[in-house]
C-alpha cells in the first residue's frame, strides 16, 4: 500500500504561482498513476490532472489546461503540480491521488491528505 503526503500549499495573489508536490511511501511510484484533485468549499471534489506511470501521458481539466503541469520523477518517488496564473476560482484543498490503473480514476484508490491553496483577488 502506498502512502502519500502533499506538500507546497498557501496563500498567493491572482496571476501567481504555486508547485505542490506529492511524496509517496511505502511501494514505488512508478507502479501508480498519479494524478491530482481538489475540492473547494461547498463543492465535490473534482478532476485536475492525471499523469501514467511512465510519465509519457498527461490528461488535464479544461479548466486548467495551459496553465498546470503535472509530472514525475520515479526515482524521487514524487510528483508535481506546476500551477501557473493561478485564479481566484483555483482556491481549493487540493489532493495527490494514486491508482495501479493505467490513469487515475475518478475515484482513486489511495489519497494524500490535502493541501490548501488559496488565491487572492
Known amino acids: 500500500q502506498v502512502q502519500l503526503v502533499e506538500s507546497g500549499g498557501g496563500l498567493v495573489q491572482a496571476g501567481g504561482s504555486l508547485r505542490l508536490s506529492c511524496a509517496a511511501s511505502g511501494r514505488a511510484l512508478s507502479m501508480y498513476a498519479m494524478g491530482w484533485f481538489r475540492q473547494a468549499p461547498g463543492k465535490e471534489r473534482e478532476f485536475v490532472a492525471t499523469?501514467?506511470?511512465?510519465?509519457?501521458?498527461?490528461y488535464y481539466a479544461d479548466s486548467v489546461k495551459g496553465r498546470f503541469t503535472i509530472s514525475r520523477e520515479n526515482a524521487k518517488n514524487t510528483v508535481n503540480l506546476q500551477m501557473n496564473s493561478l485564479k481566484p476560482e483555483d482556491t481549493a484543498v487540493y489532493y495527490c491521488?494514486?491508482?495501479?490503473?493505467?490513469?487515475?480514476?475518478?475515484?482513486?484508490?489511495?489519497w494524500g491528505q490535502g493541501t490548501q491553496v488559496t488565491v487572492s483577488s
Open positions: 499523469i501514467s506511470r511512465s510519465g509519457n501521458s498527461q
Open positions: 491521488a494514486a491508482d495501479r490503473g493505467v490513469v487515475v480514476p475518478t475515484t482513486p484508490a489511495y
